[in-house]
């Protein structure tokens, strides 16, 4: 029981402590918070069997193994508190044995925890959530959320007892599945699994079950519901990993897509379409937006300083260079972050940068590009996120980061890209960019929904109509892409398919889902796997909540992504996305 509790329990604690410690450079209590309720349960344990031991009066492997995993955190019983006297006692005694002494002298000499590093710095930063201790028992506002009145027992008894002669004849909706007058027109979205990997059960989990739990509720139901996903192809991960495997992004795109495909349609997730963005109705769609911005005077031109690879004749993407974090010295910071102190970086100002292609140092060199110009929206934005943070769910994290961008002012936000796997720029001048991820991301579930049916706007444009929950998950630069960027075009953009009601990130609640009853979504931690560093560490699964048009409204929402990236299949130009 120990062995299984200290791999289960134990173990992932100690992990996140020493990522807080090595990585973050967390000390004291911040780093034994990870492990306090574990801590706990060892010294309550030993209290209560009143023994030196964990199995008793002798020592045990159980000690041995515990001991080992506590030892890189702790390394000796002066970190615990003091309220932890047992287990300070058992510490110090393992600590004074001959094997351990032994163990630490051979393993750990001299580095100590350093060991584990560089290790760590390659993982996703885990989500800390031991603030709240979990408890098995539902609080009291649960409770109350979940208490039946006398008159809806008697009533779920009495359909009990009529049995499934009495239940409605099950809705079978025409092909394709379009709203229909009368009925409740739910439209479901899940995160959009990027491409250029083969799918793992993680993935499956923190991408698409959640929402197909609830398609599946919504058709028991006799709701008319469609449920849409496809994968994510544009960005410069696809074109690493076709570098990686000598092939075009195209052909890699072909090839996953498939794997993807097969892969879910064994699981039986119940899609109604899976599509993908590499598709002439992506470029349609997004092009769309984008003129309707240039028309409204809503886009700025500015010079931005990127680094350029001379050797392989291209602007650089933040995938494609690293080099010596400005911040922390750390030597293998990436373009956009670095991995040990958190930081967000910009290319330029890596120390000793380095093309990851060909390892040739790049120069700086100017380019022009493109801006949405957030400042002139930033009135109806900040209106806007009052009154979503008043009526809907939002996280803590979500909105103090949100806050602090509308308190610091926003800054126009470029929307194009030097690369060339994307959805490329209709403005002359800039046809050899591509529109960058957080402008292009909500778009790839529109276009899909327009390979589906070209009657698409009845999904999209029909808030009369549809009721949208959102999808299962989304992550990302909270505030430049979905707390603020995605309101930001809808709102800039007088046409756009998307009410700027519809821009909250939300789960897969039901329509009608009251707070507590919606479908949990489980926060990832890297690719559309997905969850991140610092900002892409977040949770961004958020709950259904009432929209401008008053209370009782639908929540329909601009489903985010891990990484959506429209374009047309063959073009030229890309889109690189922010996370790994």
């Known amino acids: 029981q120990w062995l299984e509790w200290e791999a289960t329990e134990l173990q992932p604690a100690v992990s996140t402590a020493l990522y807080c410690h090595l990585v973050q450079g967390k000390k004291g209590g911040e780093v034994l918070g990870a492990i306090r309720k574990t801590l706990t349960y060892i010294d309550q344990s030993l209290t209560s069997k009143a023994t030196p031991y964990l199995a008793g009066e002798a020592e045990s492997v159980a000690d041995i193994v515990l001991w080992a995993t506590l030892f890189p955190v702790l390394r000796d019983e002066f970190c615990l508190p003091d309220e932890l006297e047992a287990l300070r006692s058992w510490f110090q005694t393992m600590n004074l044995s001959e ?3 032994s163990a630490v002298a051979s393993v750990l000499t001299p580095q100590g925890a350093q060991e584990f590093k560089a290790y760590l ?6 989500s800390l959530h031991w603030e709240k201790p979990a408890a098995n028992e539902p609080e009291e506002e649960e409770l109350a959320e979940r208490s039946l009145s006398e008159e809806e027992i008697a009533a779920a008894a009495e359909a009990w007892a009529r049995g499934p002669a009495a239940l409605p004849e099950r809705w079978q909706p025409a092909s394709p599945v379009l709203p229909v007058e009368g009925r409740r027109n739910v439209l479901i979205t899940s995160a959009l699994p990027y491409v250029n990997n083969v799918p793992h059960l993680g993935n499956i989990i923190g991408c698409v079950l959640s929402a197909d739990v609830f398609a599946r509720y919504c058709r028991l139901r006799n709701w008319n519901t469609l449920y849409v996903c496809g994968t994510d192809e544009y960005g410069t991960a696809t074109e690493t990993k076709a570098l990686e495997e000598g092939l075009t992004p195209q052909q890699i795109c072909d090839k996953y ?23 002439a109705h992506q470029t349609t769609i997004a092009q769309d937006i984008f003129r309707r911005l240039l028309e409204r005077d809503m886009l700025l031109t500015d010079t931005v300083d990127q ?6 004749q291209r602007f650089l993407a933040d995938r494609f260079v690293e080099g010596t974090c400005p911040f922390c010295n750390y030597e293998e910071a990436r373009g956009d972050q670095c991995d040990k102190c958190g930081k967000l970086i910009n290319a330029v100002e890596l120390k000793k940068p380095q093309c990851k292609v060909c390892k040739d140092s790049p120069v700086v060199k100017s380019s022009q590009h493109l801006f949405l110009d957030l400042p002139k929206l930033e009135g109806l934005l900040e209106k806007w996120l009052e009154q979503s943070w008043a009526t809907g769910d939002w996280t803590a994290n979500s909105r103090f980061i949100t806050r602090s961008w509308i308190r610091d002012g926003l800054k126009p936000r470029c929307i194009t890209r030097d690369l060339k796997w994307g959805t490329p720029v209709p403005l002359d001048g800039f046809r050899d960019k591509v529109f960058y991820v957080w402008f292009d991301a909500p778009i790839g579930y529109l276009s899909i929904t327009a390979n589906y049916t070209d009657q698409w706007e009845r999904w999209w444009k029909n808030p009369q109509q549809v009721r949208r929950p959102g999808p299962s998950v989304g992550w990302d630069l909270a505030p430049a892409g979905r707390g603020v960027g995605t309101p930001g075009f809808c709102s800039g953009s007088a046409a756009c398919p998307l009410p700027l009601s519809w ?5 897969s609640g039901g329509p009608d889902a009251a707070p507590g009853h919606s479908l949990p979504t489980p926060a990832l931690g890297g690719g559309v796997g997905t969850q991140l560093g610092l900002v892409r560490s977040l949770e961004w699964a958020e709950l259904a909540n009432e929209t401008r048009r008053g209370k009782g409204g639908a929540a329909p929402t601009v489903p985010p992504s891990s990484r959506v990236h429209g374009g047309q299949a063959g073009s ?4 690189d996305p922010l996370t790994p």
Not at 121 to 126: V, W
Request: aromatic share 12%; net charge positive.
């Open 257 to 279: 897509n498939a794997i993807h495909t097969q892969i879910y349609r064994w699981f039986d997730i119940s899609f109604d379409y899976f599509g993908r963005t590499t598709t």
């Open 503 to 507: 821009c909250h990130i939300k789960t």
């Open 572 to 575: 030229e130009g890309g889109a």
């Open 121 to 126: 710095q390659k993982q996703p930063g885990p």
């Open 307 to 312: 680094l350029r690879c001379e050797r392989c």
């Open 99 to 101: 094997p351990c002494r």
